[in-house]
């Protein structure tokens, strides 16, 4: 048990979290269970360790961080480890990962009902589905979604200022006000393009190249993520890779063709859209339908989920207005629902707000009809129901 204290001691100490993350002061700590899901790459062994660094001295025994990847795992079960440290005066579980460790699910379970004392907030994929695929776990767990960095704590990090994130509702009513309180600190135009290249996960901070990483990291997702936690054979692996480059390939400017794309793959149609399925569960792809549709149906568009897999995965073909709508998508994705729009409308949001996402400095003049907001990017200011597409970027 002391070599666990000693490496939760050694991490914690050497965390560096420049940004505190507004998922935080969101979760309901005084909770005995807590999931925090997440895609790699967004930061959650260092949320977790923050949390200690927070809330616990280094020499405080009650509260450790273990991570699964830890061999010693793959012979000792959460319930016995954990029933060890809640003996030893623990009262605070972080655990890395849960789902490298078999059984994990009825594991967590058996420390809910053994130790009444025991506090557990473990991290897990995006990929997972807490309750829906582990019944054991309905009724005690609270799952949150730890998401990349947003616009917002992209400039915080890079300028040193604290700006907070604003609601929907804030924006739209009182996005003029709100723009005057921030052009004044800092200019978001010197600071957009960076975000849509390279900001979204927090590793672009490493002294390595952005796009290998990345690579890397999208090639973990759908390898582990997707295999493992799905319990797909790797034999299929080579299809989910190529189906993904296709949809990245071909943009989401209009609706998928699954029948080429199963075709294109050698597999039916039904089997793409899982495959789609599992691309938007381990956040590399998300599914616009239209209002009152869903999966399994087919969507209207595919879109990677965020415009940093964009120029990852095709950079020599990344549209500016494709990026953009990918931009606006992704910022909306966390708190809101985005269907397909209309014939004057790109999207519509939370089924009563039509949005259309425009470039500012586009030529000839543009019909402004007082039914839509307009998200415009080449620009830092806005006026009634024309915004600033940046300023979406600080929703979260």
């Known amino acids: 048990m002391e070599a666990f204290f000693r490496t939760h001691r050694y991490l914690v100490e050497h965390t560096n ?3 505190r993350r507004s998922l935080m002061d969101e979760i309901d700590w005084s909770d005995r269970m807590i999931g925090i899901k997440g895609t790699r790459g967004v930061g959650k062994t260092t949320f977790l360790l923050q949390y200690a660094k927070e809330h616990f001295d280094t020499q405080d025994k009650q509260c450790l961080y273990i991570n699964m990847n830890n061999f010693y795992f793959q012979g000792q079960g959460i319930a016995a480890f954990a029933g060890e440290f809640y003996k030893h005066g623990g009262r605070v579980l972080l655990i890395d990962q849960v789902f490298k ?25 995006s990929v997972m589905r807490l309750k829906d695929e582990n019944p054991e776990l309905n009724g005690i767990v609270k799952s949150y979604n ?21 609601s ?9 006000h709100i723009i005057k309180q921030i052009l004044p600190k800092v200019s978001p135009n010197k600071y957009f393009q960076d975000y849509i290249h390279h900001g979204f996960y927090p590793f672009f901070q490493e002294q390595r190249n952005y796009s290998e990483n990345l690579l890397k990291t999208m090639n973990m997702m759908t390898e582990v993520d997707i295999l493992l936690i799905k319990q797909i054979e790797l034999k299929y692996l080579t299809k989910i890779k190529k189906l993904f480059y296709m949809i990245a390939e071909e943009g989401p400017s209009k609706a998928p063709n699954v029948s080429k794309l199963a075709h294109d793959i050698e597999t039916s149609r039904a089997t793409v859209m899982n495959y789609i399925k599992y691309l938007t569960d381990a956040r590399l792809t998300n599914l616009i339908y239209p209002v009152n549709e869903e999966f399994p149906k087919k969507p209207a568009r595919i879109m990677l989920h965020n415009s940093n897999l964009m120029y990852a995965i095709y950079p020599i073909q990344v549209g500016k207005q494709e990026a953009m709508e990918t931009f606006f998508v992704n910022s909306l994705w966390k708190d809101h629902k985005v269907n397909a729009g209309g014939r004057d409308f790109n999207y519509l949001v939370d089924e009563k707000l039509k949005f259309r996402i425009l470039d500012a400095k586009s030529p000839g003049r543009q019909r402004i009809l007082p039914d839509i907001i307009y998200a415009r990017y080449n620009t830092e200011i806005g006026t009634g129901n024309q915004i600033p597409l940046w300023l979406l970027g600080f929703l979260y």
């Open 17 to 19: 979290a420049p940004v």
């Open 101 to 125: 460790q078999p059984n994990w699910s009825k594991e967590l379970r058996k420390c809910y009902d053994l130790y009444p004392n025991l506090k557990i907030v473990f991290t897990g994929s």
């Open 146 to 166: 730890l998401r990349g960095f947003s616009f917002r704590e992209f400039i915080n990090l890079l300028t040193g200022n604290t700006f907070r994130p604003y």
């Open 168 to 176: 929907l509702e804030e924006i739209l009513s009182d996005h003029e």
